[in-house]
C-alpha cells in the first residue's frame, strides 16, 4: 500500500557508480505509473550530500505525500548552479534514486529500500569513464563523504534488499 500520500515510495541509495540508475530505470520499466527522481538533480554539486535532505523533503516527497505534483530545481554540474524547475506529476511509484536516497527520514514512508553495492575500484573506473579523469580528485572525496553517510544512516542494514550492481540486470 502506498504510504507517501497516493504514492507507493521506492527508493534505491548506494555508493556512487555501483548502479543505481541502471536499476532504477529497469524498475521505472517494469512498474506501471512510475517516475524516476535522481538524488544528481537535487544535489548542489560535488559538496552537496550533505545539505540535499532539505530540498528532497520541500520539493519532492512533502508535496506528493500531500496529493499534489512535486517540482525540484535540477542543479546544472557544468555550469555550477540550479537551473530549471523540473515538475513531476503525482506517480502511482516514485523510484528516489541516488546516494542518501533511503535515510532513516524515509522510514515508514518508503514501501521498499534497496541498496545497490559494487566494489570500490570498480565505482571509480564506471564514474571516471563517465565523468572523465579529471574528475578523480572529485570522486575520491564524493566517496569518502557517501560512506561516512551509510554509515551514520547505517543505510545498508536498513535496506529491503541489497543488491550486486556488478551483475547484469
Given at each position: ?9 521506492v ?16 524498475l ?26 532539505g ?115
Open positions: 500500500e502506498p504510504r507517501l500520500g497516493p504514492v507507493r515510495l527508493c534505491v541509495d548506494g555508493p556512487a557508480g555501483s548502479g543505481k540508475s541502471t536499476l532504477a530505470a529497469a521505472a520499466a517494469r512498474l506501471e505509473g512510475a517516475a524516476v527522481v535522481h538524488m544528481d538533480d537535487l544535489y548542489e554539486g560535488w559538496s552537496g550530500l550533505g545539505g540535499v535532505w530540498r528532497v523533503e520541500e520539493q519532492v516527497l512533502a508535496p506528493l505525500a500531500a496529493g499534489r505534483p512535486a517540482r525540484y530545481r535540477r542543479y546544472d554540474w557544468v555550469a555550477g548552479r540550479f537551473a530549471e524547475w523540473v515538475d513531476v506529476p503525482v506517480p502511482r511509484v516514485l523510484v528516489l534514486e541516488g546516494c542518501g536516497a533511503a535515510p532513516r527520514a524515509v522510514d515508514g514512508r518508503a514501501v521498499l529500500r534497496v541498496f545497490v553495492e559494487a566494489p570500490a575500484d570498480v565505482r571509480l573506473e564506471r564514474g571516471l569513464a563517465r565523468d572523465g579523469a579529471d574528475m578523480r580528485d572529485h570522486w575520491l572525496a564524493w566517496m569518502a563523504e557517501e560512506a561516512a553517510e551509510h554509515a551514520r544512516e547505517d543505510t545498508r542494514a536498513r535496506a529491503d534488499v541489497v543488491v550486486d550492481g556488478t551483475v547484469p540486470l
